[in-house]
């Protein structure tokens, strides 16, 4: 199994532009696609990224997801920060030994 | 629109079961995967277990492997989880949701099960 690794807390101003990142340990990044979810003070996670680079319906197309190869990571840039945007986010992906995985989370102050 | 409720969750000592419920409406249920994903209180999301559309195939994070069961009743909609042997870290709040192409497309609102003597 690999493991996601995620900066424990970002910061950033409203109007500026925030990157979290998602390193993955071991196997390619590529191999299987990265979700990223959001998950609100006291709320349930939403998915704001799913297959590396998709947004939901309803989902602003100030989140944006990439995945890079060459540093084994995948990253969610949210541009034009909010406040309604402060929250814990967590990238996820899934192993091919039929396990899902989990990053640690970061969260996000807009501040 | 898609509704996920669970329920089952309260108090428990360790050592003791505990069965959660994940009532599902608003789509065809005996289509889709679904799992269980917890969370400790103030950390990160953990899968629990995942069983598949027709509960064909059933997978398990190394941790409650052995301890608990997922299961699914196609004719009442409903998701389950069986879980047997608690121990105080598996106190946590436990989300259903709902699969797709291998990633959570929508999640319940949580129980909160506490094992705790």
């Known amino acids: 199994n690999f493991m996601l690794t995620q900066p424990h807390s970002v910061s950033e101003s409203p109007g500026k532009t925030v990157t979290i990142s998602c390193t993955r340990s071991?196997?390619?990044?590529?191999?299987?696609?990265v979700q990223w979810y959001q998950q609100r003070p006291g709320s349930s996670p939403t998915t704001v990224i799913y297959?590396?680079?998709?947004?939901p319906s309803g989902v602003p197309d100030r989140f944006s997801g990439s995945i890079d190869s060459s540093s084994n990571s995948a990253s969610l840039t949210i541009s034009g920060l909010k406040t309604e945007d402060e929250a814990d986010y967590y990238c996820?992906?899934?192993?091919?030994?039929?396990?899902?995985?989990f990053g640690g989370g970061t969260k996000l102050t807009v501040l | 629109q898609v509704q996920l409720v669970e329920s089952g969750g309260g108090v428990v000592q360790p050592g003791g079961s505990l069965r959660l419920s994940c009532a599902a409406s608003?789509?065809?249920?005996?289509?889709?995967?679904m799992h269980w994903v917890r969370q400790a209180p103030g950390k990160g999301l953990e899968w629990v277990a995942f069983?598949?559309?027709?509960?064909?195939?059933?997978y398990y994070a190394d941790s409650v492997k052995g301890r608990f069961t997922i299961s699914r009743d196609n004719s009442k909609n409903t998701l389950y989880l069986q879980m047997n042997s608690l121990r105080a870290e598996d106190t946590a709040v436990y989300y259903c949701?709902?699969?797709?192409?291998?990633?959570?497309?929508?999640w319940g609102q949580g129980t909160l099960v506490t094992v705790s003597s």
């Open positions: 608003g789509f065809t249920f005996s289509s889709y995967g």
């Open positions: 996820q992906s899934y192993d091919s030994s039929n396990h899902w995985v």
């Open positions: 069983i598949r559309y027709d509960g064909s195939n059933k």
């Open positions: 071991s196997g390619s990044i590529a191999s299987n696609y």
């Open positions: 297959e590396d680079n998709q947004r």
């Open positions: 949701a709902k699969d797709y192409l291998f990633y959570f497309d929508y």
